[in-house]
């Protein structure tokens, strides 16, 4: 900042630049505690390695492995408050160990998919209805959507699933049979682990 624009805000604010400036960081400062959507997350262990999970105050928003902690938390939303709270994932982080212990099948957490488009969301919700150890093809989900000749942009959907495996996009595969894609974790190697363990293919072992 310039002398003149120094000047120009001490006569703003009336008082010395410096302490204008600092005046002006704390008040934003308290704006974003105040305004800033929280977001709480935490980690849990898994066959597939660790976990990440996050939740806003509507709902589980984002479940990833395969990454490090801080791009985790960077792929968070930007603008939201953000600190680690096991006891606000304890409903998630339970439902997913009874998944991998083989005890459930489908989730019935609370889900915040607000940042998705309404495409994107009508495709995850259909995707959500899909049984374990079936798979659908892009073009089953796109046909139950009312859009048959939609499977590219359902497969683009799918890409942007911010919860995988909750909301089992894996179930989704290619209408020749290949696995398609999967943007989440290992990529295919993830999605196969997960489609053996539900039953859809062969066995897995017992850790990917």
Same mark, same amino acid.
């Given at each position: 900042?310039?002398?003149?624009?120094?000047?120009?805000?001490?006569?703003?604010?009336?008082?010395?630049?410096?302490?204008?400036?600092?005046?002006?960081?704390?008040?934003?400062?308290?704006?974003?505690?105040?305004?800033?959507?929280?977001?709480?997350?935490?980690?849990?262990?898994?066959?597939?390695?660790?976990?990440?999970?996050? *939740?806003?105050?509507?709902?589980?928003? &984002?479940?990833? !492995?395969?990454?490090?902690?801080?791009? @985790?938390?960077?792929? #968070? /939303?930007?603008?939201?408050?953000?600190?680690?709270?096991?006891?606000?994932? *304890?409903?998630?982080?339970?439902?997913? &160990?009874?998944? !991998?212990?083989?005890?459930?099948?489908? @989730?019935?957490?609370? #889900? /915040?998919?607000?940042?998705?488009?309404?495409?994107?969301?009508?495709?995850?919700?259909?995707?959500?209805?899909?049984?374990?150890?079936?798979?659908?093809?892009?073009?089953?989900?796109?046909?139950?959507?009312?859009?048959?000749?939609?499977?590219?942009?359902?497969?683009?959907?799918?890409?942007?699933?911010?919860?995988?495996?909750?909301?089992?996009?894996?179930?989704?595969?290619?209408?020749?049979?290949?696995?398609?894609?999967?943007?989440?974790?290992?990529?295919?190697?993830?999605?196969?682990?997960?489609?053996?363990?539900?039953?859809?293919?062969?066995?897995?072992?017992?850790?990917?």
């Amino acid at each position: 900042m310039d002398e003149q624009a120094l000047i120009q805000l001490r006569k703003a604010v009336g008082a010395p630049a410096g302490e204008a400036i600092l005046q002006s960081r704390r008040r934003m400062e308290t704006w974003f505690a105040q305004t800033a959507p929280l977001v709480r997350w935490d980690t849990m262990d898994s066959p597939m390695g660790r976990i990440y999970l996050a *939740a806003s105050v509507n709902g589980l928003c &984002s479940v990833d !492995f395969g990454v490090s902690e801080d791009d @985790f938390i960077k792929r #968070l /939303d930007t603008l939201a408050h953000v600190e680690r709270n096991p006891a606000a994932l *304890a409903l998630a982080t339970r439902q997913l &160990s009874e998944y !991998f212990a083989g005890q459930r099948t489908r @989730f019935d957490v609370p #889900l /915040d998919l607000g940042r998705l488009t309404s495409f994107q969301q009508n495709v995850l919700r259909v995707t959500r209805t899909i049984s374990a150890g079936k798979v659908w093809t892009y073009r089953q989900v796109a046909e139950a959507l009312g859009k048959p000749g939609a499977s590219r942009p359902v497969g683009q959907a799918l890409g942007h699933n911010p919860v995988p495996i909750v909301i089992p996009c894996h179930r989704v595969i290619a209408s020749d049979g290949g696995l398609g894609g999967y943007s989440a974790g290992a990529g295919l190697d993830s999605k196969r682990w997960l489609l053996q363990w539900e039953g859809a293919l062969l066995q897995p072992s017992a850790r990917m």
